[in-house]
């Protein structure tokens, strides 16, 4: 083989060398440019995803604050609900059922026979107060707890 040759061979051998190192340049850089968009589909997926769950959370602390300012009108009612019974009891709007008319009859009795004014009166319309009252506050309680399980599985 003659110098040329061998100087010719040596180029074409050296292109080709230039040649496959480039392709693998090529590969590398396309295999990149995949990652990078693959990356970024994900990333745009997770933000996309973050989105939409706080975008649900915020519809929940909506619904659940919705519920506790219902509960504390409620609560607020059955207050005044207490209030108003205590006070119709004692003004005589309001009369307790026949099953409690006996106690009323008897304590009023013991009270005129001692000379002692009858505070019970005022005790028993108290109390029916305070029962109304506890009655309706529990009742809103369950109102309250029975809309946070609702509002929960929408």
Same mark, same amino acid.
């Given at each position: 083989?003659?110098?040329?040759?061998?100087?010719?061979?040596?180029?074409v051998l050296l292109l080709a060398g230039i040649a496959v190192w480039q392709r693998g340049t090529v590969a590398?850089?396309?295999?990149?440019?995949d990652y990078a968009q693959t990356a970024k589909?994900?990333?745009e997926q997770e933000r996309d995803n973050a989105i939409a769950v706080i975008a649900v959370e915020r519809? $929940?602390?909506? $619904? &659940?604050?919705a519920v506790a300012t219902q509960y504390e009108q409620e609560k607020a009612d059955a207050e005044s609900k207490g209030a108003a019974v205590a006070d119709g009891l004692r003004a005589?709007?309001?009369r307790l059922q026949q099953r409690w008319a006996g106690c009323e009859a008897r304590v009023s009795d013991l009270a005129a026979a001692s000379g002692q004014p009858d505070g019970a009166a005022d005790d028993r319309a108290d109390s029916a107060g305070r029962i109304v009252r506890a009655? &309706?506050?529990c009742d809103a309680q369950v109102r309250g707890l029975q809309a946070l399980v609702r509002a929960d599985r929408e």
């Open positions: 083989m003659s110098i040329l040759s061998r100087v010719l061979l040596g180029a590398q850089a396309e295999r990149a440019r589909a994900v990333a519809q $929940r602390v909506k $619904r &659940a604050e005589g709007n309001l009655a &309706a506050a």
